[in-house]
């Protein structure tokens, strides 16, 4: 059986809508932990309660919500200083945690890759760093409070000393940097091949994945190939990069990303930096909105924003409006570079042509002349650009095919100068 919560925020000065949408999340971030909450409490207040986040009278109500529900543990939705969970805790008499411990759990429970692991390992080490202040049995409270998963290894966790801890951060960020190095190697390789690369991002559960799967359905439907999607928040933790290859044989790579969320405790953001990288090299984003969430605009500001952290403000982008099924909205439709689409119903050609218009739009037309000896050129044009004719001449092969520029300008000594 789950352990029962209790949700708790204070409203300072945001719209109604975008506070109860932020407690909405919070309970849907908490059954992701596998908690199961039980009663909400917020209240109004111009600034957070240095000592107790929400006033006393409130504390009082806490008190009895927490007897009547059955609850043992409360959650806030904003995060908390050391000294507030350790007021909080001894006035409570429960475990007491707050929006960046549920996402370090669920960050920590789901990774999968090894640099995944190591990232979200760095990221709870360095959220419990200065919070390991005050007296001995805070310490040992602090240390284990970090992430559902510790909870109750507070005895192990008491004889990390700051010391250690920084050590052992160091020591990871050296075997993550490494890591980071193995996929730049493959990345490189992947440049070599001049492939075109489209990044799908966006907030968590706009329906990145499934885009993703409905277009590798299109491309060649290979089962094993799917990734892994679900209605639930931060589904997907890794980047996973595939193949496309589309009807008119021209080809792309397509990277799903991990998702974005409001209030993303700041170590998050730096750890998953470098697995967000990879969206920085992208010739074109698809930012995918779920158009059919009320705060869609918010969540599209706020990936915006962290595409501009990034670095990635310049890449062209185009916007999908997912889940138009479940909004009032007609689809598809294609407006300049909206799209509105519903990935389960119908969208995806529409969508795969825009992209295609952007990606695609500097192909031109060459004509190149390889010697027989560069035999693996050949099938590489022939896989990888079109060939729209090809004539077999006494030194070589003479062909016209249609690829980016990229592609020609890498392969220029090889162009037949026009005459
Ligand atoms: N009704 C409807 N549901 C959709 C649509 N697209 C996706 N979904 C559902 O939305 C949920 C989230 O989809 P995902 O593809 O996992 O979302 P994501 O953007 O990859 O989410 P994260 O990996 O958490 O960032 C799933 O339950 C999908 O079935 C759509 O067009 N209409
Ligand atoms: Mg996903």
């Known amino acids: 059986m789950n352990e029962k919560a209790i949700l708790a925020g204070v409203q300072l000065n945001s719209n109604d809508t975008a506070f109860d949408y932020s407690m909405q999340e919070l309970h849907e971030l908490a059954v992701a932990c596998e908690l199961e909450p039980v009663g909400q409490i917020t209240q109004k207040l111009p600034r ?35 000294m507030q969970i350790r007021n909080l805790e001894e006035k409570l008499g429960c475990d007491v945690v707050d929006r960046t411990m549920l996402i370090l759990d669920i960050f920590s429970k789901r990774a999968k890759t090894r ?31 970090v992430g559902l998963t510790n909870r109750g290894s507070g005895e192990t966790k008491l004889e990390l000393d700051r010391r250690k801890i920084e050590e052992r951060i160091a020591k990871l960020n050296k075997e993550l940097a490494d890591v980071v190095d193995q996929r730049h190697i493959q990345r490189k390789k992947r440049q070599k091949n001049e492939q075109l690369i489209v990044s799908l991002v966006g907030y968590t559960n706009a329906g990145k994945s499934t885009i993703m799967n ?7 439907g290979a089962e094993e190939k799917q990734v892994f999607e679900k209605n639930m928040l931060f589904a997907t933790l890794e980047t996973s990069v595939r193949h496309i290859k589309l009807e008119t044989n021209k080809e792309f790579l397509l990277t799903d990303t991990v998702g974005f969320i409001d209030k993303l405790p700041h170590h998050l953001v730096k750890a998953f930096r ?16 779920d158009c059919a969430n009320p705060n869609h605009e918010q969540h ?11 670095g990635a403000e310049d890449i062209p982008m185009i916007y999908a409006y997912n889940k138009a099924d479940l909004a009032e909205v007609a689809f598809p439709i294609v407006q300049d570079d909206t799209i509105y689409m519903a990935a389960k119903q119908s969208g995806i050609k529409e969508l795969l042509q825009l992209i295609s218009d952007h990606i695609f739009q500097n192909e031109k037309r060459y004509e190149m002349k390889f010697p027989y000896s560069e035999g693996q050129l ?19 092969i003479r062909m016209v095919v249609e690829c980016s520029e990229k592609m020609a300008r890498k392969y220029e000594k090889f162009e037949v100068s026009p005459t």
């Open 115 to 145: 640099e995944s692991q190591l990232q979200v390992e760095v990221a709870r080490l360095k959220y419990m760093l200065p919070r390991l202040v005050g007296s001995r049995e805070s310490l040992g409270r602090q240390g284990g409070g």
């Open 48 to 82: 957070v309660n240095n000592k107790y986040v929400i006033g006393t009278g409130k504390i009082d109500e806490l008190l009895a919500m927490l007897t009547e529900k059955e609850a043992s543990i409360i959650i806030f939705d904003e995060e908390l200083s050391p």
């Open 300 to 310: 599209r500001q706020l990936t915006n924003d962290i595409l501009q952290q990034i």
């Open 378 to 396: 050949i099938s590489y044009f022939n896989e990888h650009g079109r060939v729209l004719s090809e004539e077999y001449e006494e030194d070589g």
């Open 214 to 220: 409905t277009i590798l359905d299109r491309s060649d």
């Open 274 to 289: 470098s697995t967000l990288e990879e969206v920085t090299e992208a010739d074109l984003l698809v930012h995918v909105i």
